[in-house]
């Protein structure tokens, strides 16, 4: 079937295309779930606008994050760090959203032809191949995840990827107004921990996990951050798990180049993450909403090659920046000093870290640090 546009994968990336794709277009939106947004594969924090100004100051529309009290389950004001010796509170601003809900929203109300149930088999010769037929677009939009098997059917994929599990938990004994992020090897081996309050007593508890620096496995980690961790537990004595969910996030650097012939990655099918969080939903609006713009244009006359212009012009800082942190911490930690250089940070230095950018801390110790 010819068509002028696919949208492959409706996560926040391909919600967000949709959203902004002309209405005059043929768009087909696909994905393999019959019920999109489900189930909700991670923490569902996105930054308030006040704080993606300052992480993105060159934003070309802050109203973006202006997001609807519909999708909202909760506000958070500060961030909590534990590092196994010491604490910092920071004030940082998050809305805690329904991710289900908005992707489906958004979704249906673009008014744009949507494919549910439909798995994505391939793609060759400019087809994409799917278990209910086959697609020839003029232009795809490849918003189809980490695993993304059209970067891996064009070559592309390569990108390292972390594994995170997490429940979500009801009867949780914390302050709903702060987000908790727990450091440490024995927390969450290379990566952190959380509890994010979505409120009335419901949060998402999780752990991120890397293989190379635990002989556990994601399970394991995530029952003892729960039961026995003394930093997390006092939050969950009382705590029932709800529902289970594991995924994988990229968190290495976005794509080189996101545009190849007549498709466009966006979001985490580029990597295009803040690899040093894993903090992915405010990228791929971004992302989303750039691509869905270029295509707009592309069939005015405009060029495809835009999107990797505009893409680096107001993401590429803060994700280069937020690799180079990540990197820097995976040091740390497989020379086991990480302890020692988080407990001599200031405050202000884990806000400049939280802000994706590098404190003079870790700019002097990082050529060090390589050697």
């Known amino acids: 079937m010819i068509v002028d546009v696919v949208v492959a994968g409706i996560g926040i990336a391909g919600a967000f295309a949709l959203r902004k794709l002309s209405k005059e277009l043929e768009v087909v939106g696909i994905d393999k779930r019959e019920k999109l947004g489900f189930p909700v594969k991670c923490g569902e924090i996105i930054p308030t606008r006040k704080e993606m100004e300052s992480l993105i100051p060159n934003l070309y529309d802050p109203s973006l994050f202006d997001i609807p009290k519909r999708f909202e389950s909760n506000r958070t004001k500060r961030v909590y760090f534990h590092t196994g010796k010491k604490e910092y509170w920071i004030d940082f601003e998050f809305h805690v959203v329904r991710r289900d809900e908005m992707i489906q929203r958004i979704a249906l109300e673009s008014g744009h032809r949507l494919e549910l149930g439909t798995v994505i088999r391939g793609f060759k010769d400019g087809k994409l191949i799917t278990d209910k037929g086959d697609y020839e677009p003029k232009v795809l939009i490849s918003s189809d995840g980490a695993n993304s098997r059209i970067a891996k059917d064009l070559g592309l994929w390569s990108y390292e990827i972390s594994s995170a599990k997490q429940y979500l938990m009801k009867n949780v004994e914390c302050d709903e107004k702060t987000v908790y992020m727990f450091l440490g090897k024995e927390i969450a081996p290379g990566a952190y921990a959380w509890i994010i309050p979505k409120g009335n007593g419901y949060a998402n508890v999780g752990v991120g996990f890397r293989k190379e620096f635990s002989n556990e496995s994601v399970h394991r980690v995530l029952e003892r951050f729960v039961k026995e961790c003394p930093y997390s537990s006092q939050y969950l004595k009382r705590a029932e798990i709800v529902s289970k ?27 295009m993450i803040i690899s040093h969080t894993g903090g992915g939903i405010p990228i791929s609006m971004i992302a989303g909403d750039l691509a869905g713009e270029v295509v707009n244009k592309f ?13 680096k012009k107001y993401l590429l800082r803060p994700l280069t920046t937020s690799y180079r942190i990540k990197k820097a911490w995976d040091l740390l930690a497989k020379s086991e000093r990480i302890s020692g250089l988080i407990n001599i940070a200031s405050k202000k230095d884990l806000e400049k870290i939280f802000h994706c950018q590098i404190p003079l801390k870790l700019k002097l110790l990082y050529p060090l640090l390589r050697l």
């Not at 007549?262 to 990597?271: K, L, R």
């Not at 006359?301 to 990797?308: M, N, R, V």
């Open 245 to 271: 969910v594991g995924a994988v996030v990229p968190i290495d650097r976005p794509f080189g180049k996101a545009v190849h012939g007549n498709v466009i990655f966006a979001g985490d099918s580029a990597s």
């Open 299 to 311: 069939f005015e006359g405009g060029s495809l090659e835009e999107y990797d212009l505009l893409w």
